[in-house]
């Protein structure tokens, strides 16, 4: 058998990716973005790698290379921040990360000379905001979104503030965070190739890392510069000064970013405005509500929302108040924040909004929501033991009984039938 042609191993790289639930359907654009990132060797290593994290002695019995050239290898990859490195329990170990959020933004992360970032940013363009269909299988897809919205602390009254889960507060992510990186926003760094000014003039280092991503990204290629906990508040108070959303992973536990996103450049953002009132980012568990009473009717809320979520709207005595669209609200507090008279406040919402615990928690969610669960379980390269299939259908068990059926269908397995009947029984 010949050699893959170039065209062959890119979308043999694609149909890789497309094994996650957070794929990247295949086009020109597409192909052409991974040429750009990837060599035809890297490409053809890379789709071969497991979905799961892996060793390097799985990576090097895969690819029949010893374990010294496997790791080599493996360090160039990370260097190019196709993949990301971490310790478990002194095992060092590697992942693929999915597109977005993951090796697409971190080729922007940074100014590099190795790679034509103009040329990168204009196929982005094109495969993300042109074509669509990413975005739509992105973020119109997922029922379990990617990101969550996190309210502004600041603007919390008392009362109110005394409720905020630890989750839910930035400050407590940057706390609890082994370590913490920033690297140049990808959606701004895009645009100033693209020539399209932020409206808001916004900062352009503010991408917050955290955990094993910030210290991987740092290490290898200086992605993200490693920071103090004390530099990552500041820098989270400019971002609040800025009108700046913040949205994390939409995870409880050990996210892997903090994003500080304007209304105008921010990809997600963007996503939520197109498909309202199709919600694409999880809400803050937060609304807000104006007295109309003590508004003075400025319209300087409606000015920076970041959703475009609130009309100024005359009342019965002509006199023009904040009206605010809650279907399509994110409940991050910028209003709250700008109101000169204090009299928009933000409420607890009366349904709360409900945050996978992990990862490994969302990834499942997300690959029964997209039909690729089984991809998820029986990844042969990934499994050399049964801890992570262990972790997965710990994860199935916990879910409501909708969400399980639909994992069972997916992997059409007696054993899984079997284990979800015992749990039932033992109700």
């Known amino acids: 058998m010949g050699h893959l042609t170039s065209k062959d191993a890119y979308k043999t790289l694609d149909d890789r990716l497309n094994l996650f639930p957070q794929g990247a359907p295949p086009s020109d654009s597409l192909f052409q973005i991974l040429q750009v990132l990837f060599t035809e060797k890297e490409a053809q290593m890379v789709s071969k790698l497991p979905i799961r994290p892996f060793t390097i002695a799985k990576a090097s019995k895969i690819w029949g290379m010893s374990q010294l ?9 990370c260097d190019k921040a196709l993949l990301v490195d971490s310790l478990h329990n002194g095992v060092r170990k590697f992942v693929l990360p999915p597109p977005m959020i993951g090796f697409f933004e971190f080729s922007l992360m940074r ?32 029922e379990t979104p990617l990101g969550r919205v996190l309210v502004q602390e600041p603007v919390l009254l008392s009362e109110h503030a005394n409720h905020i889960l630890d989750y839910e507060r930035a400050t407590y992510l940057i706390d609890k ?12 760094h895009k645009n100033l190739h693209l020539e399209i000014e932020c409206k808001i003039h916004a900062p352009l280092e503010t991408c917050m890392s955290l955990g094993n991503v910030a210290r991987s990204l740092a290490e290898h290629g200086g992605y993200t510069r490693l920071i103090s906990k004390e530099e990552a508040k500041d820098i989270l108070t400019m971002c609040y000064e800025s009108n700046l959303v913040q949205m994390a992973e939409n995870v409880r536990n050990d996210p892997a970013f903090i994003c500080n996103c304007c209304g105008c450049c921010c990809e997600a953002l963007g996503a939520a405005k197109k498909f309202a009132p199709s919600q694409p980012i999880a809400t803050s568990n937060y609304i807000p509500k104006v007295s109309a009473e003590a508004c003075v009717g400025c319209g300087k809320c409606a000015k920076v929302c970041p959703m475009d979520a609130i009309s100024m709207v005359s009342d019965e005595h002509g006199v023009k108040k904040p009206v605010i669209d809650e279907s399509i609200c994110l409940g991050c507090g910028v209003c709250a924040r700008n109101c000169p008279k204090k009299v928009m406040i933000l409420n607890r ?36 033991n049964h801890r992570a299939l262990a ?20 992997f059409k397995s007696v054993y899984l039938d079997k284990l979800l009947s015992m749990q039932y029984k033992k109700k």
């Open 69 to 77: 050239e496997t790791e080599k290898f493996l360090d160039s990859l």
């Open 177 to 188: 965070a082994e370590y913490v990186g920033v690297g140049t926003c990808y959606c701004r």
């Open 111 to 142: 100014t590099r000379g190795d790679i034509d970032q103009k040329l990168l940013s204009e196929l982005y363009h094109q495969y993300i905001n042109v074509e669509e269909d990413f975005i739509k299988s992105l973020f119109d897809g997922l």
């Open 349 to 384: 919402r009366p349904v709360q909004v409900i945050t996978p615990v992990d990862t490994t928690h969302k990834f499942v969610l997300q690959a029964i929501e997209t039909g690729t669960l089984q991809n998820l379980i029986f990844d042969n390269q990934a499994f050399s």
């Open 391 to 410: 972790q997965v259908l710990g994860v199935i068990l916990k879910l409501p009984p909708l969400k399980q059926a639909m994992a069972s269908k997916q």
